[in-house]
């Protein structure tokens, strides 16, 4: 988050799961208890300044608790092979609630694929239930970024602005994700 502001949408989610009130991330922030409350509710566009403020508390707070990659990944990490249809696909993501997975070519990591993604194909294809029986590998996505499992939280922030994952592992060894919620979640 240092070099990047937060979303506005997401400031109350964040704010509560570090564990701050409105009024403790606005003084960290030098902002405003009110300011903090009419962004959460969306009442008021914030400046690029407030939000970088907002941001740079947020960060400082996670930064001071020393949290690293490895101590917020979920394991096992649940992949599919490019084999697989896009059905099986689909059954996988709602059978383990997820959203996203890394695709792999036996035990080579080989991009990625994610509901969002196979929702706007679905929606431009003329025969879905033909498309589903589709294999994965012909829609493969770029791989997530993967960190280290010492790459400090705060780093991670920037990369959940461009992807909805990130892989902890080296090379194509695959240790763990995390997701955004996965983030939020180990912060409270």
């Not at 003084?27 to 400046?47: L, N, Y």
């Not at 941001?55 to 092979?81: C, N």
Request: contains cysteine; charged residues 20%; glycine residues 10%.
């Amino acid at each position: 988050m240092s070099s990047n502001v937060i979303d506005p949408k997401q400031l109350k989610r964040i704010r509560t799961q570090v564990g701050y009130t409105q009024g403790k991330l606005a003084r960290e922030a030098g902002v405003s208890q009110s300011i903090v409350a009419k962004i959460e509710a969306g009442t008021v566009d914030p400046t690029y300044g407030t939000l970088a403020s907002l941001s740079r508390a947020l960060s400082a707070s996670l930064t001071q608790r020393g949290k690293k990659a490895g101590d917020v990944m979920t394991t096992p990490v649940i992949g599919v092979q490019v084999e697989a249809t896009l059905a099986q696909c689909v059954k996988t993501m709602k059978e383990k609630s997820i959203s996203q997975m890394p695709v792999s070519s036996g035990t080579k990591l080989v991009g990625t694929v994610t509901e969002n993604q196979i929702m706007g194909l679905i929606l431009g294809a003329e025969d879905p239930k033909e498309f589903l029986s589709q294999k994965v590998g012909d829609h493969v996505l770029p791989v997530f970024a993967m960190v280290g499992e010492d790459t400090p939280v705060e780093a991670l922030f920037s990369l959940f602005r461009f992807m909805p994952a990130v892989l902890v592992g080296s090379g194509d060894r695959v240790d763990g994700i995390i997701t955004k919620i996965d983030l939020l979640a180990e912060e409270t």
